[in-house]
């Protein structure tokens, strides 16, 4: 870099500068200087670099000054929202955390593949991430810059870091839970708690409150649109957005409830979602806005907020099997039954007296069914949809995974439940996760009610042999090409794949050189009814619908034009897709040490081999040379 500059037009008599016509960069304005060293093609190294080169250029590149913070924000843009605008921060301390930090992360990250990969759920093998103690805006900002990365490449450290991911944003969705559930109840509004409940569940997803709010708020100022045509004095039109206000005459509550409902289900055209009510979405909030469809306690949700916001105090009823909300006919303070109007969002809004909501579930109830609640009991009965749905789940990862979070959700608000207790731990105990943990849940079940002895106890010793078991890990198989029982495997781990009688399109990642599923298994699959039955080669394949299948080989055949396979589980034995098949990582590549070459040779000879058209022309070229 030129550290000095001449002053046109001062020379001396043999064309030389002399010493006092000089001017050196450091002579430079402060100002001036820190422009050009937040030119951008200027990295941090290059800023070490210069501020190594005097004391004057050390000062302007200090810790606090424009330079480092301009090197900051180059490289870290998505953490500006953490600071305030022109915040005085020691900017290079902040850049060498990060950095460090980011170090950190991506060393954890490539060692979880090689120390769960054997592991079919992973339980808190991420806990560690948390004991590193550094800043979780940073851990979270390196892990986005993983997932963010070439969307082919780095796939095995794609899927652990959306599994840390996942698991930070439920901690620290965890911690918002339990500080609303110590405010006090009246303090407490049922849609924060519900946009707890949906980020919990959907870690990854961008759901805020300040979003879920506003979108309410567009839909508020539709319906006073709406409610300007019935009445264009009607003091809910004089409410800004976050005022609160009573409307107490019961003709102006009446109104802002049509308006509600003409917007909500004619203009908007929501509805209850009958056709498909068990899908989780439906409990979700930022799903039914998106939807517009849910079940009658997400609806409720929306409904009661919307009426607030305009002015009208309607209460949450736990009604067996559809909930309700009730509308207070009467001066406040009434616990008649017969004084409240009971709304079903679910049913478009309708208005029910007290014993026609009996015609919903086709039974009649006592009176404490018409009963307020609080926002803690709306949310027990939201998470026990979610957990119960989790429970009537097919077996699958999915189904795990809601059964779990609606499990930690329901604990967290009730944590003395011995029924969900001891069903997490068997649910624990299952996955083969948090041993340790198990241990802990079972002690706490017992101190509660000691009459589950019996089941605490057998679940105590078997856990106690998992732990043992796995001090000793059993040292996975590895299968070679070579041996004569796998002379009839034609494929190989890496191939994209085409069901011939299905037509699905999956990738494989394992094999057997014969079927090794129980005798049940064959019977219920009909593996005999095909020409070689279960004396043949069968794959695991990751398939494009999401699902993991076993596949006897007659049944399948390399595809015409490879694609990807859109599957959550590629990036846990894939590391990179290659336009026409799937590099594995290191850990499969353990297990199947020959296949790559296999796979390459097929690749090659399917996709790379040159066409006779093509082979002609080329010959064609060298003849003409």
Known sequence: MATSVAVEGQRSVNGTVSDQQTKKLTDLPTELLELILCFPVLKHVDICNVSCCCKRLHDVCHGRGKV?????????????????????????????????????IQRTVESIS??????????DSFAEIEALGMP??????ELLFILNFDKRKSLTLKYYAKKILYFLRQQNILRSLKSFLEQPAEQQSALEG?????????????????GISAQLDDIAEKVKKMLRIKNASHPSLRLAQGDTFAVEDLELQRQVLWALNS?????????????DYYNPLNSYIHQVLLRCTGIPISLSVLYMTLARKLGVQLEPVNFPNHFLLRWCQKPRGSEDIYDFIYIDAFGKGKQLRAKECEYLIGHQVTADYYSAINTTEVLLRMVGNLLNIGKKGEGNEKSYQLLRDSLDLYLTINPDNVQYLLLQARLYFHLGIW????????????????????????????????????????????KRRGPSEHVEVQYSVGLIMKHKRSGYNCVIYGWDSKCTMSQEWITTMRVNQLSKGANQAFYNVLVQDGTCRYTAQENLEPHSDPLEIGHQEVGRYFSEFADTHYVAN?????????????????VQERYHRPTAGSADQEQSKHQAM
């Open 68 to 104: 480092w913070g301009h090197q900051y924000k180059l490289r870290w843009p998505r953490l500006q929202r953490f600071y305030r605008q022109n915040e005085c921060c020691d900017w290079l301390r902040e850049y060498k955390t990060r950095h460090r930090v980011g170090i950190q």
């Open 114 to 123: 090689k120390r769960f990969f054997t592991e079919v759920v992973l339980g």
């Open 136 to 141: 979780e805006h940073f851990c979270e900002d």
């Open 194 to 210: 519900a946009v707890l409940v949906d980020q919990y569940c959907n870690p990854l997803a961008e759901v805020t409150l300040v």
């Open 263 to 275: 917007v909500l289900y004619e203009q908007l055209q929501y509805k209850g979602n009958e056709f």
């Open 435 to 478: 041993p340790e943990k198990v241990l802990d849940i079972l002690q706490h079940i017992q101190a509660l009610d000691p009459s589950q002895h019996g089941a605490v106890g057998y679940l105590v010793q078997h856990t106690l042999e998992h732990i043992q078991h796995k001090k000793h890990p059993v040292t996975p198989e590895v």
């Open 586 to 602: 290191e850990e499969l590549q353990t297990r199947y040490p020959e296949d790559m070459d296999k796979t390459l040779s097929t």
